[in-house]
């Protein structure tokens, strides 16, 4: 077997396919049916060494080929640009639509894309997988022409199955937070205390979000006396009920003197049991006051929140 000429179409494709593998060839040959697809495979099991010189003429015979053929990706009279439907897309979908792809296709996809997402999406992979695919890049210049074409094709097909962004929520810590601070304060309680025994570094990413009525006294003096300026004075009147004499004062104090009688006077209005919602629901407004102001930058909840100290 060194003559080109005396091969079969069947020797030739045997020998590609020998070439680039199971993955690729699948890929590359996907216009045959099953049978033909085995009856390659096992020829190609059957091929004895072949020389370098005949793989080098073989492939260069099936490159030329498919130039003779015109084989070009023409869109509406311009050039079309390979792998361009990547562009929109985010990280998060890219390594989506890679997961079950092998490393060479992954390797030729990501080198399509900025260094911004490459490094995003290797990052997040195993470290031997990430060594292979890198690897893999500096053979791209080794997949036919034919190849590439159609893992382009597969590629683009696939991707228009991938979730767009806005179809999931990713949920998170800052989710969490939010349901935390429509439920019941006992249950909040019993939740960041159970977090901080079980997940650390969910409680640590909770402290971002998640701010305790009575941990008031740990914010800036200056974003206590804003947030305290939103919220009307009965609502506050309500927010104290059951906190602490000490809180009562530390809230007392930083509000202007005249305010400090009128707030006095409201809570004598609201002495005696209160019902547990509309104290619920007033401390809440003070709450969203506060995560406002740390939305517009004026301060870093877990700054001040943050257990984990150094003296």
């Known amino acids: 077997m060194s003559d080109p000429q005396k091969l079969s179409n069947l020797d030739r494709a045997a020998i590609i396919y020998k070439m680039l593998g199971d993955n690729l060839s699948v890929s590359l040959f996907r216009h045959l049916s099953q049978a033909q ?39 509406d009279g311009d050039q079309k640009v ?17 997961e079950p792809e092998s490393e060479l296709v992954k390797a030729l996809v990501l080198s399509q894309l900025s260094i911004e997402v490459q490094v ?51 949920g998170g810590s800052k989710q969490i937070a939010d349901i935390l601070s429509k439920l019941e304060p006992d249950f909040e309680e019993q939740f960041v205390s159970h977090v901080q025994n079980e997940d650390p570094e ?26 305290l300026k939103s919220v009307e004075l009965n609502d506050l009147a309500l927010a104290m009920k059951g906190m602490s004499e000490e809180f009562v ?8 003197q005249k305010t400090q009688i009128m707030l006095e ?22 709450i969203q006051a506060v995560k406002q102001l740390a939305a517009e930058g004026k301060f870093d909840i877990e700054d001040f929140l943050d257990t984990d100290m150094v003296e």
């Open 82 to 98: 390979l792998f361009d439907f990547l562009k929109p897309m985010s990280s998060d979908q890219i390594k989506y639509l890679l």
């Open 249 to 256: 004062t530390y809230i007392l104090g930083n509000l202007p």
């Open 120 to 170: 995003d999406v290797i990052k997040n992979m195993e470290e031997d997988e990430r060594a292979r695919v890198l690897i893999q890049m500096n053979d791209i210049d080794k997949i036919p022409y034919e190849g590439i074409i159609n893992i382009e094709n597969d590629i683009r097909e696939k991707a228009r199955l991938v979730p767009h962004k806005a179809h999931f929520n990713k």
């Open 265 to 286: 006077d409201e809570i004598k209005d609201v002495e005696g049991p209160q019902p547990r919602r509309k104290v619920e629901s007033a401390r809440r407004k003070l």
């Open 37 to 75: 697809l085995n009856k390659l495979r096992r020829h190609a099991e059957t091929l004895a060494k072949v020389p370098f010189d005949l793989k080098r003429k073989v492939l260069e015979e099936y490159y030329f080929q498919l130039m003779s053929e015109k084989i070009r990706a023409v869109s």
């Open 202 to 227: 969910l409680a640590r990413d909770l402290a971002k979000y998640y701010i305790p009525f009575d941990s008031f006294d740990k914010l800036p003096v200056d974003v206590v006396r804003e947030a």
